[in-house]
C-alpha cells in the first residue's frame, strides 16, 4: 500500500516536472492529424521565426524569476530600444544603431535594479509594482521620441542588410534569428549553470537573508539579473522590428506577460531559486505551438487569449501544489 | 494513571496518525487531569505537535477516541475546539499584528462583544485577570513577545477555556519573562484550568509541572508524577539511549587577545567595547531585545553600523557586509534557522557550499565535483541525518538543519564563529552534538560568540560572560565562580557585576 502510494507519487511528480513536455507532444500529434499542413517545412520554419522576440525576452525573464523577482518593464524596453533603434540607422548606420539599442536595453535593465535596490524592495511584488512604473516610463520615453509614429525600413536609406538578415535571413535551412536565438541560449545556460555568479543567483532566489548572510553579494546578484533582462528585452526589439520591418512605439505591449507565461508554464517558479532556461525554452515552444496549432484550426484570437489566461493560472497552480 | 479524587478532563486513548511514509502517532493514550499541568516532552519529531494538531481539530485522526470534559469529540475545525473549551497557543504566535490587542482577543467577535467599547472593556478585564499591563489600545506589533503570549492567554480565557495548550511556549522568551509566565500557569491552575506544557526544556518541565509524558517516535514512553521522575531518567527516556551529561566538558583553552570591538554605536547600543580570545566561547547574556542580536549582526556587518573599530590579532578591520566579514574569519549561525539560515528547497550540499562558493570555482566557473566533496565531507564530520546530500534540506529535522548551517561555515574554517540562539528548538541529543563541535571549534585555536535564551547552556559552556542590558554591557562573569543570581541581576540591569 506504502509502496503503492510511493509509486503513484513519484509518478506524479514525474508528470508534473515533464508536463510541458507531455502537452508540447500532445499537440504536435493532435494537430499533425487534424491538420496535415501543421508539419509542412513551410509552417515549421514559420515556427522558428515566431521563436525571435518572445524567447529573447523569456530568456532574459527566467534570470529575475530564479533571482526571486519578476520584471514587468520588458514591454517598455522593447517600445524603446525598437523605436530609438531603427531611427538610428538613417543618422549613424546600422552597426552603430544595433549597438545603441542593445545599450539601451542593458542600461533600462540596470536602471530597474538600482530603483529596486536603493528603495530597497526586496520582495516580488514590490518589484512588480516598480517595474509596472519603469514600464510605463520607457513607454513614454519611446512615445516623447518617436512623437508617437511608426517608422519603416522602407523610410531608410542606408544600408540596413544586418536587420534584413535577422528578420528574413537564414543559415542553411535554417532562419538566421533561430541560430542567432540557440547561440544565445548556450551562452545563457552555461551562464546558469556553471559559474559562480549563476549559483549567487539562484541562492539569491532561494532565500535572500539566508544567502546574504552567507556572504553571497546580493545586489550584485540583483543588478545582474535585471541588466540580463533588459538586454534581453532590447535583443527581442531588434528581433521584433527586424521581422516586422516596422516600429511602433507600443511594439513591445503584451510581451511581459507572454513572457512570464512561458516562464512559469516551463516549470520555473514564481517563488525563485530554481529553473532554468531550457525549461523556459520549452515553456516558449508550448505557448507558440498553441497559438500556432489553434490559428491552424480556426479558433478565434480572442478565445486564444482565454486559453492563454488558464494556462498561467494552471501553471502557477500546480508550482505552488509543487511546493505544498 | 490516575489519582484518587482527581477528575480527568481530556482522555486520549489510544489515538493513531499516518501520513506517507510515517507512523506518527501509534496507539497513544494520555489522561490529562483537571486543574494540573501536564507536560508533555519528546525530542524533534516524537510526535507531540501532531497530536496537539489532531486535539486542536487541525489534522484528523486515523483512530482512537478523544474524550474532552465528558464529551467525545470529533473535531472538525479549529474554531469549533476553540469554542468547546480547548485552546492551543503555538510557538509561533497567531495573532494579527497590525491590529490592537483588545481587537485580537476578541477577533470575529466584536458583535457578540457588543461593539468596540465592549471588546476593550471585556478584554482589559481578562487582561487583569492575568496581571497583564498592556493597553487594549496597542497594536500587536509593537508588543514584545512575552506580551504577545499573555494576549494568546486572554484569548484562551475568553473562549472559557477548560484547557490550554502551550506548545514550546518559553523558546523566544527571557528567563524574567517565564517567571511572569509561570506566575500566569499556577494561577490558571488555581482556576481549574488544565494545562498541557509542551517543551524541550527540562528545567520548566521540573519547575511547575504536575504530571510528566514522555513521548518518542510516536509512542507514550512514559506517564509520572514529576517527582517519581529523575532528570535522568526523562532524558533517557526522550532520546532512548543514555545521555551521560547534558554538556560536554567546559574545553578551556582560552588564549592570547584575538579581536578587540571598540565602541559599537546604534540606536539601540551605546557605546559597546569588548575583548575576544583565542579559544574562547564568550557568552553574551541579556534580555531578548537587550542588544544581544544587534552586537553580532554589527561585528558580522549584516547590519550598516558605522564608526566602531574592529582589531583582530591586532591588525584593524573594516567590516562593512557578510562577505567582508566571512573573509575575515567570521562564521554566522544566525538566530532564525528557516529565515535567515536556510534555503529550504535546496539541497543539503548546496546549504552546505553556499559560504565557500569560491573554494569550488576557478575563475568564475563552478567545479560540481568540488561541490559534491564539500557537501559530503560535512555530512559526514557533522553526522547529518540525511537520505543523501541531494535531499531537500526542508525535510531534515531541526538539530540536522542547524548541523548544515554549522557545516557551512566549518568549511571556511571561521576564527571567530558567532552563534545566535544554535540549540533553539533542537532535541536534547543534537544540542549535545552542537556542544560537542563548539568544543571541538575552540580547542582548535576558533572562538565562539555564544548567544544563547537558555541561561544553562550560557553558564555551561561559556568560559566568559558578559551581560548585556538595554544596549550596554552591564557586567563580566566567570561562569564558574560567579553565582547565578549575580548574573541574572546584571542582565536585568539591577547590579553591576565584575569578575
Known amino acids: ?172 535551412p535554417l532562419p538566421l534569428s533561430f541560430v542567432i536565438f540557440l547561440v544565445i541560449l548556450a551562452l545563457l545556460w552555461i551562464f546558469q549553470t556553471k559559474t559562480t555568479e549563476g549559483r549567487a543567483i539562484s541562492l539569491t532566489g532561494g532565500n535572500k537573508t539566508a544567502a546574504h548572510l552567507s556572504g553571497v553579494n546580493i545586489s550584485r546578484a540583483i543588478v545582474v539579473v535585471y541588466t540580463i533582462c533588459g538586454f534581453m528585452a532590447g535583443v527581442g526589439a531588434i528581433v521584433l522590428f527586424s521581422r516586422i520591418t516596422t516600429a511602433a512605439p507600443v511594439i513591445g505591449a503584451g510581451y511581459e506577460t507572454n513572457a512570464i507565461l512561458s516562464v512559469v508554464v516551463g516549470g520555473t517558479t514564481l517563488k525563485g531559486g530554481k529553473g532554468s532556461v531550457l525549461r523556459t525554452v520549452m515553456g516558449v515552444l508550448l505557448v507558440i505551438l498553441m497559438s500556432n496549432c489553434l490559428d491552424l484550426l480556426g479558433v478565434s484570437t480572442y478565445l486564444q487569449v482565454v486559453v492563454k489566461g488558464a494556462i498561467l493560472v494552471v501553471a502557477i497552480w500546480l508550482d505552488n501544489r509543487k511546493q505544498a | 494513571m490516575k489519582t484518587e479524587g482527581s477528575e480527568v478532563i481530556l482522555s486520549i486513548n489510544n489515538v493513531s496518525k499516518s501520513f506517507p511514509g510515517v507512523k506518527a502517532l501509534d496507539e497513544v493514550s494520555i489522561d490529562v487531569q483537571r486543574g494540573t499541568v501536564h507536560g508533555i516532552v519528546g525530542e524533534n519529531g516524537a510526535g507531540k505537535s501532531t497530536l496537539m494538531k489532531i486535539l486542536s481539530g487541525v489534522y484528523q485522526k486515523d483512530s482512537g477516541t478523544v474524550v474532552f470534559d465528558g464529551k467525545q469529540i470529533e473535531h472538525t475545525t479549529p474554531y469549533q475546539s476553540m469554542q468547546s473549551g480547548l485552546a492551543i497557543i503555538y510557538q509561533e504566535l497567531n495573532l494579527v499584528n497590525t491590529m490592537s490587542v483588545g481587537e485580537n482577543i476578541f477577533l470575529g467577535r466584536f458583535r457578540e462583544m457588543k461593539g468596540m467599547k465592549g471588546t476593550h472593556a471585556k478584554a482589559r478585564e481578562l487582561l487583569d485577570s492575568i496581571a497583564c499591563k498592556v493597553s487594549t489600545t496597542k497594536l500587536v506589533s509593537e508588543l514584545s513577545v512575552s506580551e504577545k503570549q499573555m494576549v494568546e492567554i486572554a484569548k484562551a ?103 578587540e570591538v571598540h565602541s559599537i554605536n546604534t540606536h539601540k547600543l551605546h557605546d559597546l567595547s569588548f575583548t575576544l580570545n583565542k579559544g574562547e566561547i564568550l557568552g553574551l547574556m541579556g534580555l531578548v531585545g537587550a542588544g544581544r542580536t544587534e552586537i553580532v549582526r554589527a561585528l558580522f556587518g549584516a547590519d550598516k553600523v558605522r564608526g566602531h573599530r574592529v582589531l583582530i590579532e591586532g591588525k584593524p578591520t573594516v567590516i562593512r557586509n557578510p562577505k567582508d566579514a566571512k573573509d575575515a574569519g567570521f562564521g554566522f549561525i544566525p538566530e532564525d534557522r528557516k529565515l535567515q539560515g536556510l534555503i529550504l528547497p535546496f539541497s543539503v550540499e548546496s546549504n552546505i557550499s553556499m559560504a565557500s562558493i569560491r573554494k569550488f570555482s576557478r575563475l568564475g566557473f563552478l567545479r560540481k565535483s568540488l561541490e559534491k566533496d564539500i557537501g559530503a565531507r560535512q555530512v559526514k564530520a557533522l553526522a547529518v541525518k540525511t537520505p543523501s546530500t541531494k535531499t531537500a534540506v526542508r525535510n531534515l529535522s531541526g538539530g540536522n538543519q542547524q548541523k548544515c548551517i554549522v557545516g557551512r561555515w566549518m568549511e571556511t574554517s571561521p576564527r571567530i564563529f558567532i552563534m545566535d540562539e544554535p540549540t533553539k528548538g533542537i532535541d536534547v541529543g543534537a544540542k549535545y552534538e552542537i556542544y560537542n563541535l563548539m568544543k571541538h571549534i575552540v580547542e582548535h585555536g576558533g572562538a565562539i560568540i555564544l548567544i544563547s535564551s537558555e541561561l544553562p547552556e550560557v553558564l555551561n559552556m561559556s568560559n566568559r560572560v558578559l551581560t548585556i542590558f538595554e544596549g550596554r554591557i552591564t557586567g563580566e562573569f566567570d561562569p564558574q565562580k560567579a553565582s547565578v543570581n549575580e548574573i541574572m541581576g546584571a542582565a536585568l540591569g539591577i547590579v553591576e557585576g565584575c569578575v
Open chain 1, 1 to 172: 500500500m506504502q509502496k503503492r502510494n510511493s509509486v503513484l507519487k513519484v509518478t506524479a511528480s514525474m508528470l508534473r516536472d515533464y508536463l510541458v513536455l507531455v502537452m508540447i507532444a500532445l499537440l504536435v500529434a493532435v494537430t499533425a492529424i487534424v491538420e496535415p499542413k501543421f508539419m509542412s517545412g513551410a509552417n515549421l520554419v514559420n515556427i522558428m521565426r515566431q521563436f525571435g522576440p518572445l524567447i529573447m525576452v523569456s530568456l532574459g525573464m527566467t534570470f529575475v524569476i530564479i533571482g526571486g523577482f519578476i520584471d514587468l518593464s520588458v514591454a517598455g524596453t522593447i517600445n524603446l530600444v525598437a523605436v530609438v533603434t531603427i531611427s538610428l540607422i538613417q543618422p549613424l548606420g546600422q552597426v552603430p544603431a544595433l549597438l545603441v539599442g542593445l545599450l539601451i536595453g542593458a542600461v533600462c535593465g540596470a536602471l530597474n535594479s538600482g530603483v529596486i535596490l536603493s528603495s530597497g524592495a526586496l520582495t516580488q511584488a514590490e518589484a512588480l509594482f516598480l517595474t509596472f512604473g519603469m514600464s510605463t516610463v520607457y513607454s513614454a520615453l519611446a512615445l516623447l521620441y518617436s512623437h508617437g509614429s511608426t517608422m519603416h525600413f522602407w523610410d531608410i536609406q542606408k544600408s540596413k542588410s544586418i536587420f534584413e538578415a535577422i528578420g528574413a535571413g537564414r543559415a542553411g
Open chain 2, 157 to 259: 480565557l475568553s473562549f472559557k477555556s477548560k484547557l490550554i495548550i502551550m506548545d514550546e511556549p518559553s523558546s523566544s522568551l527571557t528567563s524574567e519573562e517565564m517567571c511572569q509566565l509561570v506566575k500566569i500557569i499556577n494561577q490558571l491552575k488555581e482556576q481549574g484550568i488544565s494545562i498541557i506544557y509542551i517543551s524541550h526544556k527540562l528545567d520548566e518541565i521540573f519547575e511547575f509541572c504536575d504530571i510528566v509524558s514522555v513521548m518518542r517516535d510516536g509512542h507514550v514512553i512514559d506517564t509520572k508524577e514529576k517527582s517519581a521522575f529523575t532528570r535522568q531518567e526523562l532524558i533517557t527516556k526522550m532520546v532512548g539511549r543514555t545521555i551521560e551529561n547534558e554538556y560536554p566538558p567546559r574545553p578551556l583553552c582560552v588564549g592570547d587577545t584575538l579581536m
